[in-house]
């Protein structure tokens, strides 16, 4: 069994240890029961901001943009669809 690894919940924000061989099955938060992989940005808080940048074990990829950027409203709908979130190697936050 290889070393577990730290998942933020993208509901709660409690952080997960899960097993990395585990990484690609159903993983859900042990505090509220939220799927940990949704395949849906999560946004976040000034508040939930650095748990979220810190204590994730995969990479966290983080798109700033203001309301009503055409440009990053285009580039997230193409994420989206193409689902990266999904994947348990990589989580995506805006």
Request: overall charge positive; aromatic content about 6%; proline content about 6%.
């Amino acid at each position: 069994m290889s070393n577990p690894m730290n998942i933020v919940c993208p509901a709660c924000s409690v952080t997960n240890r899960i097993p990395a061989e585990r990484l690609g099955e159903h993983a859900k938060c042990g505090k509220c029961g939220s799927d940990l992989f949704t395949g849906h940005p999560t946004e976040l808080s000034a508040e939930n901001f650095a748990k979220h940048i810190s204590r994730n074990d995969i990479p966290v990829l983080v798109d700033f943009w203001r309301l009503g950027a055409a440009l990053a409203v285009r580039w997230l709908r193409r994420l989206h669809k193409q689902r990266h979130n999904s994947n348990p190697r990589c989580v995506l936050r805006n």
